[in-house]
Every structure is written in C-alpha cells, then in structure tokens.
C-alpha cells in the first residue's frame, strides 16, 4: 500500500515556475514508477510525466515537453515536476500516481493515486 501527497501548487503568472512535490509513504518506494497527470475544469484527467524506479527513464506530454522535468529522490520517496514556462492552460489539478511496474502514460495503469494539487496560471 502507498500514499501520496502532493505539494506546490498555487497561483503563478504566465511564464513562471512552480516545483510540485509528491511524498510517498512505504518503504518500497523505488520499486515503483511514479506518473504526474492533470484534470482541467470540465475536462477529462490526462497524463503529463512519468518517470521509473531508478529515475533512468522519463516519459512526458508533448503539450509540457521541453518545459516540465520529472525527478525522484528515493531516499526522501519523493517525486518532482519542475515546471517552467507555465501557461494558462497548464490550469488544472495535478495528481500523482504510483504503479509497481514499467512506467506508464494512461491512467487506467496506475493503483494508487494522491488528493492532487490545484495549479493555477494566470494570463
């Protein structure tokens, strides 16, 4: 069983940064790939980043592609999305994830999932 719980959300202006965090609970943390995904207001939840146990290997949207970086510290069962260059229409409410196998990008692979954390851009 693991929980999540994601931090550093907030209100940002157009072309800003924000770094999220997500803490993990378990002792076997880097046994999994973690995934980042995102639901906008009245929009279905779509995948953003993914990255392996090790950290080797990274996945990422083409919409957030050059601009966010997903990262892990297993010693502190943390994951990371730095994200820079926001937009307005990086506005949604982020979610990470956690599965015991290869990294992912749909939803419907993920088995744990945290409360999210409300992002917000303004123009």
């Known amino acids: 069983q693991v929980q999540l719980v994601e931090s550093g959300g907030g209100l940002v202006q157009a072309g800003g940064s924000l770094r999220l965090s997500c803490a993990a609970s378990?002792?076997?943390?880097?046994?999994?790939?973690m995934g980042w995904f995102r639901q906008a207001p009245g929009k279905g939840r779509e995948f953003v980043s993914a990255?392996?146990?090790?950290?080797?290997?990274?996945n990422y949207a083409d919409s957030v592609k050059g601009r966010f970086t997903i990262s892990r510290d297993n010693a502190k069962n943390t994951v990371y999305l730095q994200m820079n260059r926001l937009k307005p229409e990086d506005t949604a409410v982020y979610y990470c994830?956690?599965?015991?196998?290869?990294?992912?990008?749909?939803?419907?692979?993920?088995?744990?999932w945290g409360q999210g954390t409300q992002v917000t851009v303004s123009s």
């Open positions: 994830a956690a599965r015991r196998e290869v990294l992912a990008a749909t939803e419907s692979r993920y088995d744990y």
């Open positions: 378990g002792r076997t943390f880097s046994s999994y790939a």
């Open positions: 990255i392996n146990w090790s950290g080797s290997t990274t």
